[in-house]
Nanobody
Framework: QVKLEESGGGSVQSGESLRLSCEVSGYTYNGRLLAWFRQAPGKQREGIASIDYFHDKTYADFVKGRFIISQDNAKNTLYLQINNLKPKDTAMYYC??????????????????WGQGTQVNVTS
């Protein structure tokens, strides 16, 4: 019943911006946590940011202000705004969900549901 579907990725030049979206179905009750992760070529998947139903947010240190997580609960949609993209941001971006209350909110092994990912390619 739970379904996550990302969109909004693409190929851009360094310095440009993207807004990724994640449609969430069957998992929109209050007691849930949503997050964005990414996996670059040759690297392990890493957490970017999380947000709960009441908009409490957690960001990874590497974000450095360029990533903004948000949601529209009425539309059951999660967003990730990425500004000033760099080649190092090239990766597959995933949204994920969990019913758990987490001490470390970007621990990927704690997330139960995942989307298929949307590819972001950034060139110089």
């Amino acid at each position: 019943q739970v379904k996550l579907e990302e969109s909004g990725g693409g190929s851009v030049q360094s310095g440009e911006s993207l807004r990724l979206s994640c449609e969430v179905s069957g998992y929109t009750y209050n007691g849930r946590l949503l997050a964005w992760f990414r996996q670059a070529p040759g690297k392990q998947r890493e957490g970017i940011a999380s947000i709960d139903y009441f908009h409490d947010k957690t960001y990874a240190d590497f974000v450095k202000g360029r990533f903004i997580i948000s949601q529209d609960n009425a539309k059951n949609t999660l967003y990730l705004q990425i500004n000033n993209l760099k080649p190092k941001d090239t990766a597959m971006y995933y949204c994920a969900a969990t019913p758990a209350r987490l001490r470390f909110k970007l621990a990927q092994n704690e997330y139960t549901y995942w989307g298929q990912g949307t590819q972001v390619n950034v060139t110089s």
